[in-house]
């Protein structure tokens, strides 16, 4: 099952995300992710986080999105994971 992982930075976070992204990206090699990305703010900076996972349900997806190290440290002032269907344009699909 696919779940998104909405995330948004703390205001005035951004030196905390550059210095835990190593960990994070660390992090997304070990779990089924199928695509991740950061959502940009108007100056083309990171200010939040799209992460599509697959898990078997919302509590392995909370499980996943909390052990994350953005997570871990305090990143994010909101989380928002929703079970996804993946329609269009899924290299998976027949």
């Given amino acids: 099952m696919l779940f998104v992982i909405?995330?948004?930075d703390k205001p005035g976070s951004l030196d905390l995300r550059m210095?835990?992204?190593p960990a994070h990206l660390a992090y997304l090699e070990k779990v089924a992710v199928k695509g991740?990305?950061?959502f940009l703010d108007d100056a083309g900076n990171p200010n939040g986080s799209l992460?599509?996972?697959e898990a078997k349900d919302l509590a392995e997806a909370r499980s996943i999105a909390a052990a994350d190290p953005y997570a871990q440290a305090g990143l994010f002032a909101s989380v928002d994971i929703r079970p996804w269907k993946?329609?269009?344009k899924n290299p998976e699909a027949k």
Avoid: K, N, Q, Y
Wanted: aromatic share 6%; glycine share 6%.
């Fill in 36 to 38: 991740a990305g950061p």
């Fill in 86 to 88: 993946w329609l269009i």
């Fill in 6 to 8: 909405i995330c948004t």
């Fill in 19 to 21: 210095a835990t992204r």
């Fill in 51 to 53: 992460v599509i996972i």
